[in-house]
């Protein structure tokens, strides 16, 4: 057993952000210090020796970007040796998926600045925070599968094709539509109501729907098999 | 950013082994050191600076208990202030199924003693470890209804129940053995042989099963949606 470590722990997250207009984005923020100073990275930084792995990841999002957001979940501890240039920092990693709207973002005396960025357009980031984003993204789009999703996300009314957008945004491809609103009528997180859509244009307004939130939060601990 | 962190990183784990004949069971060691003196307690300890994660814990597991498992999966990081009565350790912990009777036990001069325990007839366990081994579990449960699992553990050629028993050990339940079947048969990783089950006693002998490797790692890799 060393004597020493020379080891240090750091937690960064992996804040999605989902809007019907401007579709998958990722918070980041720009750093201020070397190294990669100017750079856009995760939000993130040393854990504190009396807070929990939950509360460091907290506090630094509130001290980088402003935002309180209080469910985040453990991703992966990224560790490799040489992934920080200064010196060995093991990284613990969260992610979450959340409405971007409900944030006034703020740059802190850590960060020069702070933005969304859409998951298509990113910018080059420091450290290994590619590697740990497409982590994340890989690890939503896999809970997708196996727990509803959007209930945060979406209106409390909204037509249907409004949670198709929201699944193909984050899955990042087509989905069989049909097949898609089958199952998601089958689960029962969706309600149907006699609402309808108000439209812009021509065409047949369809009814609005809204969550089921007891179903929702039952099914998404007890998972489905969600396969679209 | 705190000048000095005062906190210390390990990585433990979680190695499930299986057998027909003893079902699941994991490995432990007993502590020879404070504190925990005498008890029981996953294998693992501390990171050196100039190894990665996954390294670290191969090594720990060869000097504490004599065994070399060249693959297993990251679980998550447990981080708790108070969870060593020392300091503050954060433990990166990882996870894996083996064949017990592939490895030769011996404890070195980190551990007074190592043995496989029955899942079922567990000892007290040091630190949080009990904590880490159920989350463990319950990761091990769910990967099984999402990757086929099996082909290391079983014999070139086995009985379809013994199958069955693998998957109602790991998931301590019973299982609908006629739905099981049918769908290992459709997903397409096990062939039936032409080759019959040698009977100990009355009855009429079934065909020898056997994994198709090919099949196999290839739903390993795209996943599968096994509910059972």
Same mark, same amino acid.
């Given at each position: 057993?060393?004597?020493?470590?020379?080891?240090?722990?750091?937690?960064?997250?992996?804040?999605?952000?989902?809007?019907?207009? %401007?579709?998958?984005?990722?918070?980041?923020?720009?750093?201020?210090?070397?190294? $990669?100073?100017?750079?856009?990275?995760? !939000?993130?930084?040393?854990?504190?020796?009396?807070?929990?792995?939950?509360?460091?990841?907290?506090?630094?999002?509130?001290?980088?970007?402003?935002?309180?957001?209080?469910?985040?979940?453990?991703?992966?501890?990224?560790?490799? @040796?040489?992934?920080?240039?200064?010196?060995?920092?093991?990284?613990?990693?969260?992610?979450?998926?959340?409405?971007?709207?409900?944030?006034?973002?703020?740059?802190?005396?850590? *960060?020069?600045?702070?933005?969304?960025?859409?998951? &298509? &357009?990113?910018?080059?980031?420091?450290?290994? #925070? #590619?590697?740990?984003?497409?982590?994340? #993204?890989?690890?939503?789009?896999?809970?997708?599968?196996?727990?509803?999703?959007?209930?945060?996300?979406? %209106?409390?009314?909204? !037509?249907?094709?409004?949670?198709?957008?929201?699944?193909?945004?984050?899955?990042?491809? !087509?989905?069989?539509?049909?097949? $898609?609103?089958?199952?998601?009528?089958?689960?029962?997180?969706?309600?149907?109501?006699?609402?309808?859509?108000?439209?812009?244009? *021509?065409?047949? @307004?369809?009814?609005?729907?809204?969550?089921? @939130?007891? &179903?929702?939060?039952?099914?998404?601990?007890?998972?489905?098999?969600?396969?679209?």
């Amino acid at each position: 057993m060393p004597a020493i470590q020379n080891i240090k722990v750091a937690v960064d997250a992996v804040v999605f952000g989902y809007t019907s207009k %401007e579709g998958l984005s990722v918070l980041l923020i720009k750093r201020n210090i070397k190294p $990669f100073k100017d750079s856009w990275a995760l !939000p993130g930084g040393l854990v504190r020796d009396d807070e929990s792995l939950e509360e460091a990841i907290q506090r630094e999002l509130k001290e980088e970007t402003g935002v309180n957001i209080n469910y985040l979940e453990q991703l992966y501890s990224f560790g490799k @040796p040489g992934r920080d240039p200064r010196n060995r920092v093991i990284s613990i990693t969260y992610y979450g998926l959340v409405k971007p709207d409900a944030f006034e973002l703020q740059a802190d005396t850590d *960060a020069a600045d702070v933005a969304w960025f859409n998951i &298509k &357009k990113l910018p080059q980031l420091a450290f290994d #925070h #590619h590697e740990i984003l497409t982590a994340a #993204h890989e690890r939503l789009k896999n809970k997708m599968l196996y727990q509803p999703v959007g209930f945060e996300l979406l %209106e409390e009314k909204f !037509p249907f094709s409004e949670l198709e957008k929201l699944y193909m945004a984050v899955l990042d491809r !087509p989905i069989d539509r049909r097949n $898609f609103k089958k199952k998601v009528i089958k689960f029962g997180f969706l309600e149907e109501t006699t609402e309808k859509q108000a439209l812009d244009g *021509a065409g047949r @307004p369809g009814n609005l729907f809204k969550f089921n @939130p007891q &179903k929702y939060y039952q099914l998404q601990k007890e998972g489905i098999n969600f396969e679209i």
